[in-house]
């Protein structure tokens, strides 16, 4: 009876490799240029946020061991194709155009875009930013907002690679506005160098910025898809969502059904 040995020889070796797998740590991706108050380094060293700790608080739903692995942002998705990480998890807003090469889960937090510039400069909507210099930070759902909304309001938009970079050109007076998530800029204007700016207006619901924002997965992922979605429901469910939105961001920005 040798066919049938060779099957449950070949079955019992894809079990093991299965089991294998599954017991690997999850590999989440986040940028390695800290974006605060989701994701940034304390003090020790370590990588904390409203983003990791809840990446945390999801694996152990799952009971599934994580590892915080920084990468570049630019090449975040790059990174999770080709297997270097297991998940992106640092504030991807779930978009058409990223939805042609990965997957999300179902989305876990929205807030919408922000523009931020001195407190007297005269700013309540788009027309008024004709004549100005605005900053956004590249491959992101702003950057794409910026594009296709605003190329006839007259602004010139200058794109970096990182967000402090924007940040910095508007306190140093190299731009005159900046458009980020609006969360991100409430705690960039608790900073003591930042006195004197203030949040002008929000940029409307527009499909540059998606459904929200979700965790970002190969899309053949099926089974960590499923137990990412079950996790995400578990921690909104329990509070657990809440409680660290409220104490890394001052509000719940979590996404009920």
């Not at 999850?26 to 605060?36: C, D, F, R, T």
């Not at 900053?135 to 794409?144: E, L, M, R, S, W």
């Not at 140093?172 to 003591?192: K, N, W």
């Given at each position: 009876?040798?066919?049938?040995?060779?099957?449950?020889?070949?079955?019992?070796?894809?079990?093991?490799?299965?089991?294998?797998?599954?017991?690997?740590?999850?590999?989440?991706?986040?940028?390695?240029?800290?974006?605060?108050?989701?994701?940034?380094?304390?003090?020790?060293?370590?990588?904390t946020?409203?983003?990791?700790?809840l990446?945390?608080?999801?694996?152990?739903?799952?009971?599934?061991?994580?590892?915080?692995?920084?990468?570049?942002?630019?090449?975040?998705?790059?990174?999770?194709?080709?297997?270097?990480?297991d998940?992106?998890?640092?504030?991807?807003?779930?978009?058409?155009?990223?939805?042609?090469?990965?997957?999300?889960?179902?989305?876990?937090?929205?807030?919408?875009?922000?523009?931020?510039?001195?407190?007297?400069?005269?700013?309540?909507?788009?027309?008024?930013?004709?004549?100005?210099?605005?900053?956004v930070q590249?491959?992101?759902?702003?950057?794409?907002?910026?594009?296709?909304?605003?190329?006839?309001?007259?602004?010139?938009?200058?794109?970096?690679?990182?967000?402090?970079?924007?940040?910095?050109?508007?306190?140093?007076?190299?731009?005159?506005?900046?458009?980020?998530?609006?969360?991100?800029?409430v705690?960039?204007?608790e900073?003591?160098?930042?006195?004197?700016?203030?949040?002008?207006?929000?940029?409307?619901?527009?499909?540059?910025?998606?459904?929200?924002?979700?965790?970002?997965?190969?899309q053949?992922?099926?089974?960590?898809?499923?137990?990412?979605?079950a996790a995400i429901?578990?921690?909104?469910?329990?509070?657990?969502?809440?409680?660290?939105?409220?104490?890394?961001?001052?509000?719940?920005?979590?996404?009920y059904?």
């Amino acid at each position: 009876m040798p066919f049938p040995l060779k099957r449950t020889l070949a079955a019992a070796t894809l079990s093991l490799a299965v089991t294998a797998q599954a017991s690997e740590p999850l590999k989440v991706g986040i940028s390695g240029e800290p974006y605060p108050p989701f994701t940034f380094k304390a003090a020790s060293g370590d990588w904390t946020g409203f983003e990791v700790d809840l990446a945390r608080a999801l694996c152990d739903a799952m009971e599934r061991e994580c590892e915080i692995t920084p990468t570049g942002w630019s090449g975040i998705i790059a990174s999770l194709n080709a297997e270097r990480i297991d998940m992106i998890m640092n504030s991807m807003s779930i978009t058409a155009k990223r939805q042609r090469v990965i997957d999300f889960t179902r989305p876990y937090y929205f807030t919408p875009g922000a523009y931020v510039a001195a407190d007297e400069r005269e700013m309540t909507s788009p027309e008024d930013l004709d004549g100005l210099v605005m900053g956004v930070q590249g491959a992101t759902t702003n950057a794409t907002y910026a594009r296709r909304a605003l190329r006839d309001s007259g602004v010139e938009i200058r794109v970096y690679n990182q967000a402090e970079q924007v940040n910095n050109d508007l306190l140093s007076g190299r731009l005159d506005v900046i458009l980020a998530d609006e969360i991100a800029m409430v705690q960039f204007l608790e900073r003591d160098e930042a006195e004197g700016f203030e949040i002008k207006a929000n940029a409307p619901r527009h499909e540059a910025y998606g459904e929200g924002v979700g965790i970002g997965l190969r899309q053949a992922d099926d089974a960590l898809e499923a137990s990412l979605n079950a996790a995400i429901a578990a921690v909104i469910e329990d509070g657990t969502c809440a409680s660290l939105s409220e104490q890394y961001l001052g509000t719940d920005v979590c996404v009920y059904d």
